[in-house]
């Protein structure tokens, strides 16, 4: 079949099995719209901001775990794009994003709406190509998915010139099959010898800890590392980004741990003697001060990504291999080892952990009169059974999330953690939303967050997405206030939030149903109702304190065993 | 320490600006970077001279690996290896004993005088970095004109090669 550009690029698309393109046109991209009206397979989603677009890709790609795919015009399309790109990077999610240019013959002449898309994304894409001839369009896309969706996943940028697209302008077609790539051959199983220390390793502890992150998820490994977890009874912790890669209602979970993690996850952090992290980066908000970052451990990592091993904390075994792989090698070896760990130090160390889980690190004032938002997301959690897709913004209201609402399944807990991207929730939630039409989507956010992408109500409403938005209205950009509470002496430079718009009134011009809740009382009924309303999108502005702070918390320098705790009265 | 990386890359646009943009981005610095198309027209090589902590060095090979574009990487440094560089000086050379003196020096350094006018000569060494900087130190300062260096290249020594 012959084809122009933006047919191949359609058809290319229905091919890779792609069910949703989420894009905004504009002049470069117009052969490709033109494309797209004239077929129904592939649908696109039109969000009101390239931003919006990109997260919604990314939110759809977190909850599946299939490639989101955007599509966004030349220059303004592109850089309104590239927030949304950085946030999939950091937290490794496959994008392929396609962001037409300029016609060839114009690349380098300052053409309207021309900017250097592939220069500009480099340092915050897996990869990128710039396409400059229609023959090579097709394989150039099967490479972007393969790139996107293997080996550590990340966000590739197609840059298509309008004159590839030309309709007039037709080739042969068919889906390439068969491509190689000599200088890209990720790492899928890790090494027998490696494995086979670590499993010495992990038999000898006394004092052993798990820590994993967004990599467990990625590779759809849960099944098989709640399993080797609970096999071996250790404790175990996960990051932002791990979150529901392990049971959060399993006795064995100690929550999570860094900056606003809880007070036995880090303590247990400081005190372990074998330290087996999987599919984490050992970012800075979980290590707190490196020098003082487990300082009694012996470190195995498992991490498809070599680049990641030995960057920020040195480690003692390292194994290179996709998650679901290694650990399953590792259950192997186990068994083959035929050996327990010392038991009594395990119930020692258990004990140890249960009287720091006794300090209950979380406790709030629950007697306020004013709304705490912890409370607002403690019966979120009883009202959607826990069971609920929950996105979130950037902020407080995404740590009180990430400590109160307990996730027991991956590819639930959708949110920025390397990038903290305020203005993410909401696209996301979209995304989400169309990945699980008949699914409980709920985005916890803030009154700052939500104004950064507030837009896509309208993408919401002429989706019929029946989203339930939960706005933690604290008239303060909350984490901005609570360090200027902590480290400037409490001046509020800029934090505070002034001349908000009447958020109910604002969802109902949105053609959407708005809330207000001020009274603790009121929290509960209220969540009930709106999540009764199963085809509308409820927008609940709840009135929380202004002064809530996010504890227990490891301010900056400090380690795992210097956190900073709540004293109530 | 000081570490030659030797890098096999596609020869494709954007390569070179990724290992720039690469280094820039996190910080680490370059001492010198040469590259050029090899007999093999779809690959590039790349020397690439840096300095950093065992640590540094270990994470820039394998964020250089990570690099879609980078087929084959190898510290050359790490063996036994040869180093080379080019320079060109341009030098006054206007009276008889300054011509006399830089003719001398050249030969003994290896050079060659590749230009000769009245008032000047252009001189071609090649070398380590070490030598050269020891040629430009040895002649008079205030007769040197202009200097281009092409940054250190090298090859392993022996049977190992860099190929695909």
Redesign the interface.
């Known amino acids: 079949m012959k084809l122009g550009g933006g047919d191949i690029l359609v058809q290319f698309l229905q091919d890779e099995g792609v069910e949703f393109v989420f894009g905004y046109p504009g002049g470069a991209a117009l052969h490709i719209y033109d494309a797209i009206f004239r077929q129904e397979k592939v649908k696109h989603i039109l969000a009101r901001h390239e931003q919006g677009a990109v997260h919604a890709a990314d939110g759809f790609a977190r909850s599946t775990g299939k490639p989101g795919v955007a599509l966004v015009t030349s220059g303004p399309g592109a850089t309104n794009a590239v927030t949304g790109i950085a946030t999939a990077y950091m937290d490794s999610i496959p994008l392929v994003v396609v962001t037409a240019q300029v016609a060839s013959p114009l690349i380098g002449s300052d053409a309207f709406q021309e900017v250097d898309s592939v220069g500009i994304t480099r340092p915050c894409v897996k990869h990128n190509f710039l396409v400059k001839d229609v023959k090579d369009l097709a394989s150039t896309l099967r490479k972007a998915f393969y790139i996107a969706t293997t080996g550590r996943p990340g966000p590739v940028v197609v840059d298509i010139p309008k004159d590839i697209t030309d309709p007039a302008v037709k080739i042969p077609y068919s889906y390439p099959e068969d491509f190689s790539m000599r200088s890209y051959q990720p790492t899928v199983k890790g090494h027998p010898g490696q494995i086979s220390k670590a499993v010495e390793l992990i038999l000898s502890a006394k004092r052993p800890m798990v820590y994993s992150g967004g990599g467990v998820v990625l590779s759809n490994a849960a099944t098989e590392f709640t399993a080797f977890c609970r096999r071996l009874g250790f404790p175990v912790t996960n990051t932002l980004m791990g979150l529901g890669g392990f049971p959060a209602t399993d006795p064995q979970f100690v929550g999570m741990l860094g900056m606003h993690g809880t007070y036995e996850a880090n303590m247990a952090m400081h005190d372990c003697d074998v330290l087996l992290a999987i599919g984490a980066r050992f970012d800075d908000r979980v290590t707190g001060d490196l020098k003082k970052f487990c300082p009694h451990a012996k470190i195995i990592h498992v991490d498809i990504d070599p680049a990641s091993i030995s960057k920020n904390v040195r480690i003692d075994v390292p194994i290179v291999g996709d998650i679901k792989q290694v650990v399953s090698d590792l259950t192997r070896e186990l068994d083959a080892a035929n050996k327990e760990n010392d038991a009594t130090a395990l119930k020692k160390w258990w004990n140890q952990i249960g009287q720091w889980r006794g300090r209950d690190c979380l406790q709030y004032d629950r007697g306020s009169e004013l709304i705490k938002p912890q409370y607002v997301v403690e019966k979120l959690y009883e009202v959607t059974g826990g069971d609920a897709f929950v996105t979130s913004d950037v902020g407080q209201h995404q740590m009180f999330t990430a400590q109160f609402y307990k996730f027991d399944k991956p590819r639930r807990w959708i949110n920025s953690g390397g990038l903290g991207t305020m203005g993410f929730g909401l696209p996301a939630a979209i995304g989400v939303q169309l990945a699980h039409r008949d699914a409980t989507v709920a985005c916890v956010t803030g009154e700052a967050s939500i104004q950064m992408c507030i837009q896509e109500l309208s993408t919401a409403r002429q989706l019929d997405l029946p989203l339930k938005i939960i706005c933690l209205n604290n008239r303060y950009m909350g984490m901005v206030r609570q360090w200027q509470e902590f480290f400037y002496e409490s001046r509020y430079s800029h934090s505070y939030l002034d001349a908000l718009p009447d958020f109910v009134k604002l969802a109902e011009s949105y053609g959407h149903v708005g809330v207000r809740i001020e009274k603790p009382e009121d929290v509960e009924g209220a969540l009930k109702e709106a999540f009764a309303m199963k085809d509308s999108l409820v927008f609940m502005d709840f009135v929380t304190d202004q002064t809530e702070n996010v504890y227990p918390m490891i301010a900056a320098g400090k380690g795992h065993h210097e956190m900073q705790e709540r004293e109530l009265a | 320490m000081r570490h030659i990386i030797s890098l096999l890359?596609?020869n494709e646009?954007?390569a070179l600006?990724?290992v720039a943009?690469l280094f820039s981005?996190r910080g680490y610095n370059i001492e010198s970077l040469t590259v050029a198309p090899t007999e093999d027209s779809s690959l590039s090589r790349m020397t690439l001279v840096t300095r950093g902590s065992d640590?540094v060095i270990?994470?820039i090979k394998?964020?250089l690996?990570?690099l879609?574009?980078?087929?084959k990487l190898a510290d050359i440094s790490e063996g036994v290896h040869i180093e080379r560089e080019l320079m060109m000086v341009k030098v006054q050379a206007a009276n008889a004993e300054q011509r006399e003196e830089l003719k001398r020096m050249a030969d003994i350094f290896n050079g060659t005088v590749l230009d000769v006018t009245d008032k000047t000569y252009v001189i071609e060494l090649t070398g380590s970095g070490d030598k050269l900087d020891a040629f430009l130190q040895t002649i008079d300062q205030s007769s040197i004109l202009e200097t281009v260096r092409s940054g250190a290249t090298g090859i392993a020594r022996g049977g190992k090669s860099l190929r695909?």
Do not use: P, T
């Not at chain 2, 879609?68 to 087929?71: H, K, N, R, S, T």
């Open positions: 890359m596609e646009a954007g600006s990724r943009g981005a640590n270990e994470q394998k964020q690996n990570k879609i574009d980078i087929v695909v």
